[in-house]
């Protein structure tokens, strides 16, 4: 037991729950803070005792490429953060999620996905079509989209919560109970809204991804990712399951084959340091999403005033197809938006004029990023996938920071007015 293993009161408040989230098992010496435990390999009294651990008859740690206790304290953090059953960690974001597809899917299956998602996930996505399986991209703003796509081999619904750059939001209620009632797997990504702004739990998801480098961890100092099991989905009836992981509660038996073949097989593994770092970060999660997420609505609100922008993409406008939706779902509308400068005005001079916005890649930082669409990320595409996908030539995405507001907005605004026509 821990020096620190009071019994805490029992608190609801999201903050309270994750920084507290380790109290009562705690580690050997009384630290306050998760320990960093860089060691590979875990060694035992007896052989006998490290048989037992490798054969799964008693908990233990063998070697860092499954776990180490640094990276098990950050899953019962996130696991605590998105109520669920289990969760592992990866190295990155992108790693759980490729993790978690070829873990659970074989060749003949056929997946639903969501068209508006994260760029290297459409990629992804597009390569385990050479895999053998089947992914029908849809409209997820639509939930008639998605069930219109299903077939007899479908095993999966993706989405994520809010899309970037285009802010669209999926019909996550209609989704989510669809999916219970057809016994689909409801796979969700929160990276955008993150486990503080929106329990996927709630619309029946029964796996949850979240990229750590993001809002998670919010300093852009680190990378990882993570899959909680929400415990809404029955497994003992999911046909991918080896016979050897079908063994003792169904409840477990994803997550120890996402654990077996991917995280053990594959090696995504997320580092003691990285695990510590995300930790950390994720202590204030709560109180920099309030102030990103609050800068953002009055930056959405400057842009769609202003005579040289012609339109602005954030949930939390009126103007949003899916603002209702967004304000039933989530505790906030999030960090991202995104605007179309008016045409006959240049994205780059603007944004080569806003000195404290950063021209970088990246989403959740403390300070402000932003970058046009089409001449960056969605190059490579080219101009009729860009169409299909809504991204116009002159999108700029910004992901707004934790800057005080009056520095933020007076920064936009002066170098709007200062644009001058091409
Ligand atoms: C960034 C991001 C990812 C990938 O996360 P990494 O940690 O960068 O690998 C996945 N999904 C969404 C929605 C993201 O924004």
Request: hydrophobic share 40%; with cysteine.
């Amino acid at each position: 037991m821990s020096k620190l293993g009071k019994t805490i009161e029992s608190v609801t408040g999201f903050t309270s729950r994750i920084i507290h989230h380790d109290r009562e098992e705690g580690f050997a010496d009384g630290p306050v803070h998760a320990p960093i435990y860089n060691s590979v390999p875990y060694g035992y009294a007896t052989t006998e005792a490290l048989e037992a651990v490798f054969q799964g008859k008693a908990t233990g740690q063998s070697y860092a490429r499954q776990s180490t206790p640094t990276t098990d304290s950050l899953q019962s953090m996130i696991n605590q953060a998105e109520d669920g059953l289990g969760t592992l960690v990866f190295a990155s974001g992108m790693a759980a999620l490729t993790a978690t597809f070829f873990a659970l899917l074989k060749a003949g299956d056929h997946v639903i996905v969501s068209r508006y998602l994260f760029g290297n996930t459409h990629s992804f996505l597009a390569s385990l079509c050479e895999f053998g399986v089947e992914v029908s991209f849809v409209d997820a703003t639509i939930a008639d989209d998605v069930q219109a796509a299903l077939q007899d081999n479908t095993r999966l619904v993706f989405v994520e919560t809010i899309a970037n750059p285009g802010t669209q939001v999926a019909d996550l209620e209609a989704i989510g109970l669809w999916c219970e009632k057809q016994k689909l797997i409801f796979f969700v990504d929160n990276t955008i809204t993150s486990p503080y702004m929106f329990n996927p739990k709630r619309v029946k998801a029964s796996l949850v991804i979240n990229s750590l480098s993001k809002y998670f961890s919010g300093h852009g100092n680190v990378l990882g990712g993570s899959v909680t099991d929400t415990g809404m989905y029955d497994w003992s009836i999911f046909p991918n399951i080896f016979e050897a992981y079908r063994k003792g509660s169904a409840d477990k038996w994803a997550l120890t084959q996402i654990k077996k073949k991917s995280l053990r097989d594959m090696g995504g593994a997320l580092s003691s340091d990285s695990a510590y770092q995300i930790a950390l970060g994720a202590e204030t999660m709560a109180l920099r999403m309030d102030r990103a997420c609050s800068n953002a609505r009055q930056l959405a609100e400057l842009l769609e005033e202003h005579s040289k922008v012609e339109r602005v993409y954030y949930p939390g406008l009126k103007s949003h197809p899916q603002h209702t939706q967004a304000s039933k779902w989530f505790r906030h509308f999030g960090g991202i938006l995104s605007f179309d400068l008016a045409r006959g005005y240049s994205c780059a001079t603007l944004l080569n004029d806003i000195g404290l916005v950063i021209n970088a890649t990246h989403l959740g930082d403390n300070r402000t990023l932003a970058l046009p669409m089409a001449t960056t990320i969605f190059f490579e595409m080219g101009a009729k996938n860009r169409a299909a996908l809504g991204i116009s030539d002159q999108m700029i995405r910004c992901s707004v920071g934790i800057e005080d507001p009056d520095d933020l907005l007076g920064a936009f605004a002066g170098a709007l007015d200062r644009l001058a026509a091409l």
